[in-house]
Nanobody, 113 residues
């Protein structure tokens, strides 16, 4: 059974950086598109960034452009989210996603003002 395991969340001050990782475990027969979503209580889960199966293309939500970078290492079956210049409004639970509908358990990111 394929599973996604996120790591790297935590507490950081405004302007700080964090790097999230998402490792895919289990029997994988092909690389899929993957990405990161985030959710705050009472709101819908929203896309942060997504990356193609070969890592050659990525797209970002407008508010993350220029601050966040998604990448992947297919040899390690892992994707990353480098988050810079973090703001309090980035506080959320961040979920890893693998096409079509596999989700990780989420990792908390808290940005203090």
């Amino acid at each position: 059974q394929v599973q996604l395991v996120e790591s790297g969340g935590g507490l950081v001050q405004t302007g700080g950086s964090l790097r999230l990782s998402c490792a895919t475990s289990g029997r994988i027969f092909n690389n899929n598109a993957m990405g990161w979503y985030r959710q705050v209580p009472g709101k819908q889960r929203e896309l942060v960034a997504a990356i193609s199966s070969d890592g050659n293309s990525a797209n970002y939500a407008d508010s993350m452009k220029g601050r966040f970078t998604i990448s992947r290492d297919n040899a390690k079956n892992t994707i990353y989210l480098q988050m810079n210049d973090l703001k309090p409004e980035d506080t959320a639970v961040y979920f890893c996603w693998r096409f079509p509908n596999l989700w990780g358990q989420g990792t908390q990111v808290t940005v203090s003002s």
